[in-house]
């Protein structure tokens, strides 16, 4: 949905077209670029273009964040224990899969890019946010006493890692834990401000 300059909201583009399996998460980079992930993949919405499938195959597709320069998109793999990079073409497509950051035990969720071009992200199995430059070295880890599910970094400066945190008992108890009302936002000063998208 797209909201107007009057406050309402129209279809800005309709994803049934191709898939009914749902959809995840959203990037928009410099150029208007819109990337969008979920069960089959990666799709592209350009300003001027039709909406189309860029790229497919992926464990459990999560969070994602471009470069400033708007060249690389990385995407977390929550099932796949990694991170995937992609070159952005000039017309948005996706080429040169690889993977950015083994992350052995790590379980990404939400992700950013700092100016160090170090990607923090969270992790709700393992309670943390954790910070890892490309190839998978860990540079810093920030635990919690509850699951991560998402991280920011803004403030003034934009060097104030923000974290939405919850209690996670499984996709089962999903009612119970909304009851429970355990959400927070956690923040803690990171070592270099976010740059990028989002």
């Not at 928009?28 to 592209?44: E, K, M, S």
């Not at 950015?100 to 160090?116: M, N, R, S, T």
């Not at 860990?138 to 509850?146: E, F, G, P």
Request: proline letters at 5%.
């Amino acid at each position: 949905m797209r909201k107007e300059r009057d406050g309402s909201l129209v279809t800005h583009a309709d994803l049934r077209s191709l898939s009914d399996k749902g959809w995840n998460e959203i990037v928009v980079d410099g150029r208007g670029n819109t990337y969008i992930n979920g069960g089959p993949g990666i799709a592209l919405l350009t300003p001027n273009g039709p909406l189309r499938q860029v790229a497919d195959n992926f464990a459990f597709p999560n969070g994602m964040a471009i470069t400033p320069d708007n060249s690389t998109l990385i995407i977390a793999e929550s099932h796949g224990k990694k991170l995937t990079a992609f070159d952005i073409a000039a017309d948005g497509n996706l080429s040169n899969r690889r993977v950015w950051a083994d992350l052995h035990d790590g379980v990404p969720d939400g992700i950013c890019i700092d100016a160090e071009n170090a990607v923090w992200y969270a992790d709700v199995p393992n309670k943390r946010c954790v910070r890892v430059r490309e190839g998978g070295e860990v540079l810093q880890t920030v635990n919690a006493d509850r699951g991560c599910f998402a991280c920011m970094l803004g403030g003034l400066d934009k060097s104030t890692l923000f974290v939405v945190a919850t209690e996670w008992r499984g996709m089962e108890k999903v009612a119970e834990v909304a009851q429970a009302r355990t959400g927070q936002v956690l923040t803690v000063e990171a070592p270099a401000p976010g740059v990028g998208w989002p």
